[in-house]
C-alpha cells in the first residue's frame, strides 16, 4: 500500500476530511444562495478529497478493506466534491449569467413589479388560478434565455468534470440501480410512453370541464394542485399536522418550518408528506459522516416520494382525514391525477439530463407530453429547472411506487397506521443514507410497468 493509499485508509480521518470539505461547499453556496458564491474556490484548501487521485485510491482500496461499504461511500462523496469543485473554478460564465437573473423578472400589472428569478418560478405553482400565472410565466419567458444560459454552461462543466473523472454522466456513481442512468432514463422513457394516453385524456377532459378555448402550460400546473380535492385538510400546513395524523412516525421527524409548503390545494399537502418523508431519514450520530450522508441522498429521496403518495389512497382520506367513502375516493382521484403529474414531470427532467442540454427538438416535445400543451422556447433550458439530480430523483419516485405496492402486501392498505409498518420504516430510516448494495438489474422497466397499470386502474 502506498503511503497516499494509507492515508486514506485511516477511515476516520478521510471521514473528517469530506466533512470539513462538504462544510466549506454548503457555507459556499450558502452565501450566494444558489449556485455560484462570493468565493470562486471555495473547495481548493480540499483537493485532497475531492480530486481525481482520492477517487481512483478509494475505488483501489473497496474490494480489499473490511469496510468497502464505507470507503465506497466516501469514494462517492469525493466524486460530488470534485464535480463541485470543477463547476466553481470554472463558473465566472455561469456567475455573469445568474447575474442578469439576479436583476429580477418584471412583471406586467398595476403597477408593475420585479420579483427575482426564483420567486417567479415559485409563483408558477403557488398560484390558485392559472389566468393569474399568465404575467408571470410572459416574463419569465423574456428573462429565460440568460437563466437557460447559465443552466446550459452549469450542465456543460458538470459533463466535464465526469469526463475528466472517467465517467459518462455526473450521476453515474449516484443512481442505487445496478443498471445505472441509461437504465434509469430508459425506465423513464417507458413510464412516459405507458402513461400518455391516460394523461392525455385526462387534460382533455379538465379542458372540457373548464370550457377553456385555449389550454395552456399554466392550466395543468393548475390542474395538478388538485383545487378538486378540498375536504378534510387544515388551513394551514404546520408540524403539528403531521403528529396528529401520523403520531408514530412524527416523533422522528425533525421538520423546519419554512420548508413546509403553502396551503394551495391537495397537492400541496402531498408535498408537505414529502417533505414529512425527508425528515424521518435521521442516521445515528453514532454513524461515520460517509455513510450519515450522500450525496444524493437516496433513501430520503424515496421516502419522500413515498409519503408524499399518501394521499392517492382513498383509505387515506376515509381514515386520516376521516371523509366518507364517496369523498375519499373523489379527492383520491384528485390526487392520483396529481402523482402522476410529478411522476411524468420527473421522467421529463430525467430524460433531458441524459446530455448536458438538450435539443430544442427533444424540448418541444417532451413539454408538450407533460404539460399538455406548448410551453414557450426561450423557457427551454431555463423552467423548469435543470436539477444536478434528476435521474436519481426519477428513480426513487419510481422504487417508491414499488415500496408502496410491498407495503400493502406485507401490511395492508393502510399500512401508514401499522404499527409494524412505522417499525420496520423507522428502522430503515435508522440506518446508512443509502444501501449497501445497488438494487439488482431488471427492477426498473416492469416497476415502470406496474407504476403504469396502477395509474390506469385508479384514473381510467
Partial sequence: MTRAAAEYA?????????????ASLERARRTQGGVEASDPQPLAQHR???????????????????????????????????????????????????????????????????????????????????????????????????????????????????????????????????EGVEGVIGAAQ????????????????????????????????????????????????????????????????????????????????????????????????????????????????????LFAGLPGAAIFHARVLGEPAGTARDQARALSRAILFAGRKAAFDAILARTASASADAWNELSFRVFGAPVPATLAGAWPRRRPDAVCRFEAWLLARDREGDLVRRFDEDWFRNPRAEAALLAEASGPARDFEPHPEGQLAPAAEDAARRFQEVLA
Fill in 190 to 305: 417507458t413510464f412516459l410512453d405507458r402513461t400518455e394516453a391516460l394523461w392525455t385524456d385526462l387534460v382533455a377532459h379538465a379542458r372540457r370541464r373548464a370550457a377553456a378555448p385555449v389550454w395552456r402550460p399554466v392550466d395543468t400546473l393548475a390542474l395538478a394542485l388538485a383545487p378538486d380535492a378540498p375536504r378534510g385538510w387544515p388551513s394551514r400546513i404546520t408540524a403539528r399536522w403531521f403528529a396528529e395524523i401520523l403520531p408514530g412516525l412524527a416523533k422522528r421527524a425533525e421538520i423546519a418550518p419554512d420548508s413546509l409548503p403553502a396551503a394551495l390545494g391537495g397537492a400541496s399537502f402531498a408535498r408537505a408528506l414529502g417533505v414529512f418523508g425527508a425528515a424521518l431519514m435521521r442516521p445515528p450520530a453514532s454513524l461515520p459522516f460517509s455513510l450519515a450522508r450522500d450525496p444524493t441522498a437516496p433513501r430520503a429521496l424515496l421516502f419522500s416520494a
Fill in 10 to 22: 485511516d477511515l476516520a480521518r478521510t471521514d473528517l476530511d469530506l466533512a470539513r470539505a462538504c
Fill in 48 to 178: 485532497a478529497v475531492s480530486g481525481r487521485r482520492a477517487l481512483q485510491i478509494l475505488d483501489e482500496l473497496a474490494p480489499s478493506s473490511a469496510d468497502g461499504p464505507r470507503v465506497r461511500a466516501q469514494a462517492r462523496m469525493v466524486l460530488h466534491l470534485a464535480i463541485a469543485r470543477i463547476g466553481f473554478e470554472s463558473g465566472a460564465e455561469v456567475a455573469a449569467a445568474r447575474a442578469i437573473a439576479d436583476a429580477g423578472v418584471e412583471i406586467a400589472g398595476t403597477p408593475p413589479s420585479r420579483v427575482p428569478w426564483t420567486d417567479a418560478a415559485r409563483a408558477l405553482v403557488e398560484v390558485r388560478v392559472a389566468p393569474a400565472m399568465d404575467p408571470v410565466l410572459t416574463a419569465m419567458a423574456a428573462r429565460g434565455p440568460a437563466i437557460a444560459a447559465a443552466n446550459r454552461r452549469l450542465g456543460e462543466t458538470s459533463f466535464e468534470a465526469a469526463r475528466q473523472l472517467g465517467l459518462p454522466h455526473p450521476e453515474a456513481r449516484f443512481v442505487a440501480s445496478a
